[in-house]
């Protein structure tokens, strides 16, 4: 029999073995400061059951390793997945002494990289099957179901980081519908703004290295110096014009957050509006005056529509971006999920640290997959530039 | 009728179009035949200001093109582009469609004009009305074009190079079907071309361009065009035409200077044209 191996299975399968059985699976403290004891999948699990996650492991990472077909390497890789969610809920009641509230069983080193492996594996078939927008979609919903569905059935309540949320479950959601309006709200005003200004850049060639020069320099500011920055000013409009401080502009808390996350949005919006425009044939451009549209028509009816993809692409770097650096608002008072970052950061609490970060890597990691899908619908009507 | 009256186009230093005067009688189809780069398309461009001249006038109809807004011009004058100049992002229909919308024709006029043109140039409407313009021929798409052009029943019709990528049948279909609805309609149309037998065919006038400077305008039958003196030889250059007679010919019947302008019989040799124009679709 000719046995060949799969480029990618290999590295997977050697992170699989790494982390299955060398690695520590799950973290015991006894109370949620003092340093962590690892346990491995065996120590964590009863016998029979981390006997069997061991098993999944291994044929899992075995179908990764060779050339097998693309099913059985979806089924692989969701079922590793779904195994690791469901046991690792498992070992955390497993481990917790009973009766004991204090106790900490957190995920470890060895459980986020076989989620690691067995994600890119995910990842890997999925593209391999080039699944349109539409389905990748809807992987992305029924992964984010399965996962509610965990949180709801209580599985996982018995981990560290669902312990920390059950102690702030109020303050987690405030926080967290700041966190998406900040990001959202920057985007949107980056956008409303941001457009019209690339529009101009477009048309006015003088404007054009001026303006994105200047947005260039404030992209490299770095987040924390703009929050600085920008107190002194707000605080003087704060204090000066009236009825600001009544809609809450102050040197710190959301409006500074609100205005640096805006400006690092423009960069991206109004350059990639100013390549998109300059990306429309100029057959088109020339067609839509030889036509008889106006100058607005034509930029509505055609230089619009065919620079739309390239102008999604802005947006989606700003979305992504700006979920991550809304994490920094807390720092000035601008609260999101950065608040329990900073929080766990400073009580050494890692699992509060990761109560803020998880999922703000979901959000940015589900707002990638969407706009990409968006991206890809309006762009495959409108393919290839004709001669 | 359209009256092009000395016109010029400057860009920089260069002039492409170099004070041209022309009348295209109502209901008459004027062929422009030149060099690549004779400025064909700037002279067509400026007749719907797409091009602003330097200098000059143009008159549709006795009225000064300048005399409405730019793109109110362009509704009312059929524009077939070099190489098509489809919307990629708008499908057959929606391209034929561009001018009788933005005219505010009713849908069910749009649709009846649209398929009817479809059909006349051999396009189902069905298979081809929702297709995006990658998605057909070469040829295919330049029949598009052209129909874009019609739609809106222009009585002014600009075509450059209308039927450039068609094969010899269904560029000879194209070329019937437009004098069919040029009788119809009685409309006046421009063409550029670079094929001499489709400009001696469909022309009521043939205008030959050279380095921007009209040289020659007249009758196929008149004896300077029938002679071809287009594709004589460049003076001093090996002639690629000596062996059909054009050079003695040219000789005998010298092409006769531009009506008005003061052209010297030197600079009339409307040079290297040979290759392309005279022999290229026999
Ligand atoms: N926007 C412009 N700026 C500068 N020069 C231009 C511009 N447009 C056209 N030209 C120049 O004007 C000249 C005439 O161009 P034009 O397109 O009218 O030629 P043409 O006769 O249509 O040629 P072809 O047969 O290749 O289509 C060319 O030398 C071209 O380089
Ligand atoms: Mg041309």
Not at chain 1, 371 to 382: P, S, Y
Not at chain 2, 239 to 250: A, L, P, Q
């Amino acid at each position: 029999m000719n046995i060949r191996f799969d480029k990618l299975g290999v590295v997977i399968a050697a992170i699989a073995a790494y982390a299955a059985f060398v690695a520590p699976f799950a973290t015991f403290r006894a109370n949620r400061i003092v340093p962590g004891q690892a346990r491995s999948i065996l120590e964590a699990l009863p016998t029979a059951t981390g006997a069997l996650l061991l098993v999944i492991i291994v044929v899992a990472a075995l179908i990764a390793l060779f050339k097998t077909p693309l099913v059985l390497r979806l089924v692989a890789s969701v079922v590793a997945l779904v195994a690791l969610a469901l046991l690792v809920g498992v070992a955390g009641t497993f481990l917790t002494p009973a009766g004991n509230t204090f106790a900490r069983i957190s995920p470890a080193f060895g459980f986020w990289i076989l989620i690691f492996a067995f994600t890119l594996l995910l990842a890997d078939v999925l593209t391999r099957l080039e699944l349109s927008p539409w389905a990748r979609v809807g992987v992305l919903v029924l992964a984010a179901a399965a996962v509610g569905l965990l949180l709801v059935s209580g599985s996982w309540n018995d981990l560290s980081i669902l312990k920390e949320y059950f102690n702030r479950a109020d303050s987690f959601w405030a926080e967290g519908s700041k966190h998406v309006t900040l990001a959202l709200g920057s985007l949107f005003a980056a956008v409303v703004i941001g457009l019209p200004l690339g529009i101009l850049c477009h048309r006015v060639e003088k404007l054009r290295a001026g303006v994105l020069n200047v947005l260039n320099i404030i992209q490299t500011i770095p987040s924390i110096a703009l929050f600085g920055l920008l107190i002194a000013p707000l605080g003087w409009v704060a204090i000066h014009v009236p009825g600001a401080a009544a809609l809450g502009i102050r040197g710190i808390g959301t409006a500074p957050a609100f205005v640096a996350l805006f400006l690092y949005s423009l960069l991206p919006v109004v350059a990639n509006t100013v390549v998109g425009l300059a990306g429309v044939p100029r057959a088109a451009n020339d067609a839509a005056r030889g036509m008889g549209m106006t100058d607005r028509q034509r930029l509505f009816g055609v230089e619009f529509p065919l620079a739309f993809p390239v102008i999604l692409t802005g947006i989606r770097i700003v979305l992504v971006q700006n979920i991550g650096l809304a994490t920094i608002a807390a720092l000035i008072g601008g609260g999101g999920f950065g608040v329990f970052v900073f929080q766990g950061v400073g009580q050494t609490a890692m699992d509060l640290v990761l109560l803020g970060a998880v999922p703000t890597v979901a959000l940015a990691f589900a707002a990638a997959i969407i706009l990409d899908a968006v991206i890809e619908m309006t762009t495959t009507k409108r393919r290839a530039e004709t001669a | 009728m359209i009256e092009i009256e000395g016109i010029t186009k400057r860009y920089d230093t260069t002039t492409v179009v170099d004070d041209v005067s022309m009348v295209i009688e109502p209901r008459t189809i004027a062929v422009i035949v030149g060099t690549s780069g004779s400025g064909k398309t700037t002279l067509l461009r400026m007749i719907n200001r797409l091009v602003e001249p330097t200098a000059g006038i143009i008159k549709l109809d006795g009225a000064d093109n300048r005399s409405v807004p730019g793109y109110e011009l362009r509704r009312s004058i059929g524009y077939a582009i070099q190489g098509h100049g489809l919307f990629p992002h708008r499908t057959v229909a929606q391209n034929i469609a561009t001018v009788p919308v933005l005219l505010g024709w009713d849908k069910d006029r749009i649709n009846a004009r649209v398929d009817e043109l479809m059909t006349l140039y051999q396009l189902d409407p069905q298979a081809y009305g929702p297709r995006y313009p990658h998605e057909l021929s070469g040829g295919q798409q330049q029949r598009v074009g052209v129909a874009r052009a019609l739609a809106a029943e222009p009585n002014v019709l600009l075509m450059d190079e209308p039927f450039g990528a068609l094969d010899p049948i269904i560029r000879t279909k194209a070329q019937e079907d437009l004098l069919a609805i040029q009788k119809r309609f009685g409309t006046t149309i421009i063409l550029v071309t670079h094929d001499m037998e489709e400009a001696v065919h469909m022309g009521d006038k043939i205008a030959v361009m050279d380095a921007g400077k009209l040289v020659q305008y007249a009758r196929p039958a008149e004896p300077a065009i029938s002679s071809r003196p287009w594709s004589a030889p460049a003076k001093g250059r090996s002639g690629c035409c000596r062996s059909d007679g054009c050079v003695t010919r040219w000789r005998t019947a010298p092409p006769r200077a531009k009506p008005s302008a003061a052209t010297p019989a030197s600079a009339t040799h409307w040079p290297s044209y040979c290759g392309r124009a005279g022999r290229r679709y026999r």
